[in-house]
């Protein structure tokens, strides 16, 4: 396996991407992930880079990378807005396979990273694999909001009754993620299914105890079946919740049999009434 990290312009931005390629030239497919969001991310670090190396030794490329304002990517994360990161992660996935070799691009959604790469999807990949994803930009920021009340009152910084900070705040900070306005309201009007591509087979993968999808979740599990995309439950701890050492096995064993053929026929997708 090898491994390269530098930096790329991409929409305009230096930008630190990570490429993990097999030993030898012109992998079958090359994976752009799509990471989560601020605590989430952290989470997550370890599971992906994982995921990365697993992929390498099949012959596969992976390409990660951090969006302007987060990682070791240019600019303040405060001036960071949703649109550039949009305009970011569409540029990753068309550098990708120039970048690799690669014969074809798949893009990878984790979390929220899942509202970024569905409407990049539209613009090259082979196919769209969701990893539990947040279906809207409202729920993003709801969720936010919620592990920032927990946290102040845990370490004593607000009371349990306290009114969320107003939605016209210059900027917001989620964790010691500081985010501005701008950032907020643009992401506010991001809609997964909506912004699926049509023709592009869709792939997800929900991570849970639980035995059928959510309810609200239907409407992706029709994309995803009319798609001719697969649907499956994987019994694992949150990838994106635990900051012990934990690195979600079935959860990239599922992604990588995504990518090689390796998955079983599609199931029929249901959810709870």
């Known amino acids: 396996m090898r491994e390269q990290h530098g930096y790329l312009h991409l929409a305009g931005r230096p930008l630190h991407v990570g490429l993990s390629l097999p030993d030898y030239d012109h992998p079958d497919a090359v994976l752009v992930v799509c990471e989560p969001f601020g605590e989430e991310k952290r989470c997550a670090f370890r599971m992906l880079v994982r995921l990365a190396w697993q992929l390498a030794a099949l012959g596969m490329a992976t390409l990660r990378f951090d969006l302007s304002g987060t990682g070791d990517s240019s600019g303040a994360h405060g001036e960071a807005t949703w649109q550039q990161w949009q305009a970011e992660t569409t540029a990753a996935l068309q550098a990708a396979p120039g970048l690799t070799g690669a014969r074809q691009a798949v893009i990878l959604g984790a979390r929220a990273g899942a509202l970024l790469a569905a409407p990049a999807a539209a613009s090259g990949a082979a196919a769209v694999i969701l990893a539990e994803p947040i279906l809207t930009g409202e729920d993003m920021i709801t969720d936010l909001e919620r592990r920032q009340k ?22 917001r900070d989620f964790g010691g993620f500081v985010v501005s306005n701008a950032l907020l309201q643009q992401a506010r009007q991001a809609d997964l299914v909506a912004s699926l591509p049509a023709a592009t087979p869709i792939h997800l993968l929900r991570v849970s105890g639980a035995k059928k999808f959510p309810a609200s979740w239907q409407p992706l599990l029709d994309r995803c079946q009319a798609s001719s995309g697969t649907a499956a439950i994987i019994a694992d701890k949150p990838f994106w919740g635990q900051l012990e050492y934990y690195e979600s096995p079935l959860v990239n064993d599922a992604i990588a049999d995504l990518l090689t053929g390796r998955q079983a026929s599609p199931p029929s997708p249901t959810a709870e009434p």
Do not use: C, Q, R, V
């Open 150 to 171: 927990i946290k102040d009152m845990m370490t004593g910084a607000a009371s349990p009754d306290a009114e969320p900070p107003a939605n016209n705040a210059a900027e």
